[in-house]
């Protein structure tokens, strides 16, 4: 059984990607930011279902907090498996945005990367295994108008995750990206119409949760263990 770190765990994707690796025989800790609550009850779901998982809560931009708790975990398990998955939104067209939006979405996405993943990195070298995976978006390949600090945040995390993959590939860890495109949560549902997504994806639909934490089930398997430094969209065909 290995341990897998879920950042942003109870969201609609976090929550899909921990009951996904739970069932694949993971110990996974569920991260949120704040809602706490909603992290215990799918920490229920798991034990209920048979699986192993804890719930953690803390705040992935403040480094210095995001340390001491890493540090908690890494005695009592190593964590082989880490899926930054936190992020938020804050739209604006760039002349309107404020300086708190675009530093905000950038701390969550980008800084929070760094926060969580740099304490994890000599813990995964030791046993000369591990899987780190990102969820990027479409708009850090692509760009989105009114998201300048989304894309800016996401576009970053993917170039970091690159860097990252050559410095430690020889050390038997990868580290990807996983860019969705518009996927079906609560968040999307009021945003994209059924004739917005049939205009934007050539699949017309919009992604399920379950597909996305399929990709990422397989990217933190041994099966994948020659796929490193990559971007790989699930998008239904935009581009």
């Avoid at 740099?118 to 990027?136: E, N, S, V, Y």
């Avoid at 399920?208 to 263990?225: C, G, I, N, P, R």
């Amino acid at each position: 059984m290995k341990t897998a770190l879920v950042t942003g765990g109870s969201g609609d994707i976090g929550q899909a990607i921990c009951l996904r690796l739970a069932k694949e025989g993971h110990h996974v800790i569920v991260h949120s930011n704040t809602n706490i609550e909603k992290a215990n009850s799918l920490v229920a779901t798991i034990i209920q279902s048979g699986g192993s998982a804890q719930s953690i809560c803390f705040d992935i931009t403040n480094h210095q907090q995001s340390t001491q708790h890493i540090s908690q975990l890494l005695n009592q398990n190593p964590i082989q498996i880490l899926v930054h998955n936190a992020g938020i939104h804050d739209d604006a067209p760039m002349a309107g945005m404020s300086k708190e939006q675009w530093s905000h979405v950038i701390d969550v996405s980008l800084n929070g990367f760094f926060n969580v993943t740099q304490p994890l990195l000599l813990a995964m070298m030791k046993p000369r295994w591990g899987r780190i995976i990102a969820i990027g978006s479409i708009a850090g390949v692509m760009g989105n108008r009114g998201q300048a600090n989304y894309a800016a945040a996401k576009s970053g995390l993917h170039g970091a995750c690159k860097s990252l993959s050559h410095e430690i590939a020889s050390r038997g860890i990868t580290v990807n990206v996983i860019a969705p495109g518009i996927i079906d949560t609560q968040m999307t549902q009021n945003t994209f119409p059924k004739t917005l997504i049939d205009k934007l994806v050539p699949a017309k639909r919009a992604g399920k949760v379950d597909e996305v934490a399929a990709l990422t089930h397989f990217l933190s398997s041994d099966e994948a263990a020659y796929i490193t430094g990559q971007v790989i969209s699930i998008n239904g065909g935009m581009s």
